[in-house]
């Protein structure tokens, strides 16, 4: 099984995005999603942001991954 990790853009230069995800900082590729912009959040999987997702989506993958841990 695969495990995709939510976030919110925090930036985004030259094909990169900085992600926050619950308050850890990283550099993820951004150039699977076109117009990604700081503020949007974004599915991230093996070192890539693969897809935009909502607010809400992230709120509900963090409450999984809590019952999870």
Do not use: F, W
């Not at 850890?24 to 949007?40: F, Q, Y």
Request: charged residues 30%; negative net charge.
């Amino acid at each position: 099984m695969c495990v995709g990790l939510s976030a919110r853009v925090v930036k985004v230069k030259d094909g990169t995005a900085v992600i926050d995800a619950s308050g850890a900082r990283r550099e993820v590729s951004a150039e699977l999603i076109e117009n990604l912009n700081p503020g949007d959040y974004v599915m991230v999987h093996a070192g890539a942001a693969i897809a935009k997702i909502t607010s809400d989506d992230d709120e509900e993958s963090a409450v999984v991954m809590e019952k999870i841990q």
